[in-house]
């Protein structure tokens, strides 16, 4: 890969700066898998960093220390005021045109944060998990037009895509750092604690300061869920790849949990990368794919999906997107509304549910003598 | 899960402010006892206020099509539910309460009975949309919050009559608590019910061994952990709060706890 190659020649650092502020991810991971042989199994080259504890260098930090600044309670309420007064108002902008649904078009996501799970049952009387997802005060920060989005590697391969910056969950904005306010200012929002980049098509643009509802989806859709997994430290090779351990007895020394035997000899007489060993186990990033929304409700933002089993903790955040699976495609009769709901101008019910879904203020489910 | 990691601070509880439209309403004393699964689970990792007032909602919305009756363990009941491959597409099963548990829309309780020499133990979910009506046929209680040992106790404490009529129990009277002491079948047991501080069981007649190693196993401490009950139990404030969202259903809940109002004086709890 050409950039990774001009760094290892000897190059000066803000060339360096430059050259790894384009790359990302995705890049590194494209060139690399090339040369793995397909017959491993792989998943990822040992050197590849799956978890990182700091962020990237160019992200701009987003809380700054605080120090005991001794404000009198009246300055307090007074700056109190200034900042409800600055971000009060949505800023008067033009309104930007909203593009018509086609076929191939990718609209945008949203962020919501995992607030719990229990169980529903449909018509039939079958009992399923839903996972709570609440929709908290997501907006639209920016919008990368296709030119700027071109300028990686990747999105120069899959065509013509912009990018909707968005953001969930205000935080003060005396506890933020001048840079990361300043990445706010276009949109006129308060700053966001969780901050997510979506991939769309340029005809589902939307105008910074947009608000995003959890009416952007509809009860039967079908969405993509990615969130990070809960983290469960350095785990054994039992609880980590599903080993069967060595039995509880008979003479079995000290080795009820552990791996057994790691290879074998002849010419390859040596430990294979990607042997499952212990390690740690969890805080990845993983998309579950295909998930079906049974319920919304529009006054708490609330989305119910089918599942216990969205990656991440409770209080975790997660994006979801439409579902990209081929045997759920969308067509020009049934498609989600486009390019978002505009909640602050239609109006909506404040219960939403599938067909399926049985309403607890149903009458018990009975079924009919044949 | 195997790993706790320590990164969730439990944060003291702060109480919904007077001033902000809410009555003074005070909390009823009986109000966990009666509706155990209205409080959450006390686990933090799992807490969350916004989905704890939607399960709220849902509970209350399906007790105002389906009256729950007030029930403890111990206390007879019957459960109809539509059942597809019932005749007549209902399913009536009457028995003793030995267990329940869960929270929110998970709440569920087990009815034991026997029918035809066969001990049969059946686990209800309360909110389940299939069940059409809960009847309890006798309200009591026992000595024991858990009456698993009736497993291994002989059959007649565990065999109840389909045919039971319901009892009435008069309006202001407590709920009555059966002293009855069961007598168990000889060992093997399911469990070591001498290891279980259990008053309705008649004297084990174990040897003394037994006794010496469930001395040795208890945990006397367990009283006075303040901690385990702290993190066990959900806060007064909590619970006033759970209340004020509840008060508007109130009334309706308690005409639906299905105390018959015939006065009948002098009603004693039948033994067995």
């Known amino acids: ?370 | 899960m195997g790993v706790y990691v320590a990164r969730m601070k439990v944060h003291p509880y702060v109480p919904v402010r007077e001033g902000e439209g809410l009555q003074d309403v005070k909390l009823p004393e009986d109000f966990c006892k009666v509706y155990p699964e209205f409080l959450p689970d006390p686990k933090p990792e799992w807490r969350n206020r916004m989905r704890e007032r939607l399960e709220r909602a849902d509970m209350l919305k399906r007790r105002n099509v389906m009256e729950i009756p007030e029930f403890y363990v111990g206390s007879i009941m019957a459960v109809t539910v539509s059942d597809p491959n019932a005749s007549g597409k209902l399913n009536r099963f009457v028995g003793i309460c030995i267990q329940r548990g869960g929270t929110g829309l998970r709440a569920w309780f087990i009815l034991r009975n026997v029918v035809d020499h066969q001990g049969v133990e059946i686990l209800y979910e309360m909110y389940s949309p299939l069940i059409q009506s809960i009847d309890v046929l006798r309200l009591e209680k026992r000595l024991d919050d858990e009456l698993l040992y009736l497993r291994d106790a002989l059959p007649e404490y565990s065999t109840f009559s389909f045919d039971m009529e319901q009892e009435p129990l008069p309006e202001n009277v407590e709920v009555p608590v059966n002293p009855i002491k069961v007598q168990l079948k000889p060992r093997p047991w399911h469990e070591r019910w001498e290891r279980k501080n259990l008053q309705g069981l008649q004297d084990l007649g174990l040897p003394e061994r037994f006794y010496k190693r469930a001395k040795l196993l208890e945990k006397p401490w367990e009283k006075y952990d303040l901690m385990l009950e702290y993190r066990q139990a959900i806060s007064e404030d909590e619970q006033r709060d759970i209340f004020r969202e509840v008060h508007p259903h109130y009334q309706q809940l308690e005409s639906s706890r299905r105390r018959i109002k015939r006065h009948r004086s002098g009603i004693k709890p039948k033994t067995t």
Request: aromatic fraction near 8%.
């Open chain 1, 1 to 370: 890969m050409a950039a990774l190659r001009r760094i290892a020649g000897g190059v000066s650092i803000n060339e360096v700066t430059a050259t790894l502020r384009t790359l990302t991810i995705n890049d590194v991971n494209n060139s690399l898998s090339r040369q793995l042989p397909s017959s491993t199994q792989a998943r990822w080259m040992s050197r590849m960093k799956r978890r990182h504890t700091m962020p990237p260098f160019w992200l701009p930090k987003i809380t700054r220390t605080m120090y005991p600044e001794n404000i009198t309670p009246e300055n307090q309420a007074f700056v109190s005021e200034v900042i409800a007064n600055q971000y009060s108002s949505p800023l008067k902008s033009d309104p930007w045109e909203r593009g018509q649904w086609t076929e191939k078009v990718r609209r945008c996501g949203v962020i919501a944060r995992k607030i719990g799970i229990y169980p529903m049952w449909k018509k039939d009387g079958t009992r399923l998990l839903t996972t709570l997802l609440q929709v908290s005060d997501n907006h639209v920060i920016k919008y990368i037009p296709p030119e700027e989005m071109a300028t990686s590697y990747f999105n120069k391969r899959t065509g013509n895509v912009a990018g909707l910056v968005v953001g969930a969950d205000s935080i003060d904005p005396r506890e933020a750092t001048k840079e990361f306010q300043s990445l706010f200012v276009e949109s006129g929002v308060l700053p966001k604690r969780k901050v997510s980049k979506f991939v769309i098509s340029p005809s589902a643009k939307l105008a910074p300061g947009t608000p995003l509802y959890a009416s952007h989806f509809r009860p039967g859709d079908y969405v993509d869920i990615l969130g990070i997994t809960i983290d469960r430290g350095f785990q054994g090779v039992m609880k980590r790849w599903g080993f069967k351990g060595l039995p509880a007895s008979h003479g079995v020394t000290k080795a009820h949990r552990a791996g057994g035997n790691i290879g074998g000899g002849g010419e390859k007489g040596r430990v294979w990368p990607g042997t499952k060993m212990p390690g740690h186990m969890g805080r990845n990033r993983r998309i579950l794919r295909g998930v079906k929304i049974w319920r919304i409700n529009t006054r708490h933002n609330v989305i119910w999906v089918s599942g216990p089993a969205v990656p991440g903790s409770v209080g975790s955040y997660v994006n979801i997107y439409d579902c990209s699976l081929p045997t759920r495609k969308i067509n020009a009769e049934n498609h989600p509304p486009f390019p978002t709901f505009f909640q602050d101008e239609e109006d909506i019910e404040e219960e939403l549910y599938d067909a399926d879904l049985h309403v607890f203020s149903d009458k018990s489910v009975t079924f009919a003598e044949k």
